[in-house]
Nanobody, 117 residues
């Protein structure tokens, strides 16, 4: 019943933009820390951006100034606006919800982002 579903991935040229969205169901999303992770071919999954329950935000260095994470608890969504995309951003992007009280992680199925000319 608990699900995170990502959407918005696709093919974009270098320098372009995409907006990813993650919709949760079966949880009270307002009490979860939310984040975006990505995994490129042959590489480990890495964190991209996180937004806490109090809207405190952190980004990994490689996306600072280009990506913006936001959440809308009314809609049970978390978004990732990605600008100035680079080939190095190509990866499967995953949404994650984390509940500190129970140290519980919930993962979405991922959405593919491909940056190529």
């Amino acid at each position: 019943q608990v699900q995170l579903v990502e959407s918005g991935g696709g093919l974009v040229q270098p320098g372009g933009s995409l907006k990813l969205s993650c919709r949760s169901s079966g949880i009270m999303s307002s009490i979860y820390n939310m984040g975006w992770y990505r995994q490129a071919p042959g590489k480990d999954r890495e964190w991209v951006a996180v937004i806490g329950t109090g809207n405190l935000i952190k980004y990994t260095d490689s996306v600072k100034g280009r990506f913006t994470i936001s959440r809308d608890n009314r809609k049970n969504t978390v978004s990732l606006q990605m600008n100035s995309l680079q080939r190095e951003d190509t990866a499967i992007y995953y949404c994650c919800a984390y509940l500190p009280k129970t140290d519980n992680y919930i993962w979405g199925q991922g959405t593919q982002v491909t940056v190529s000319s």
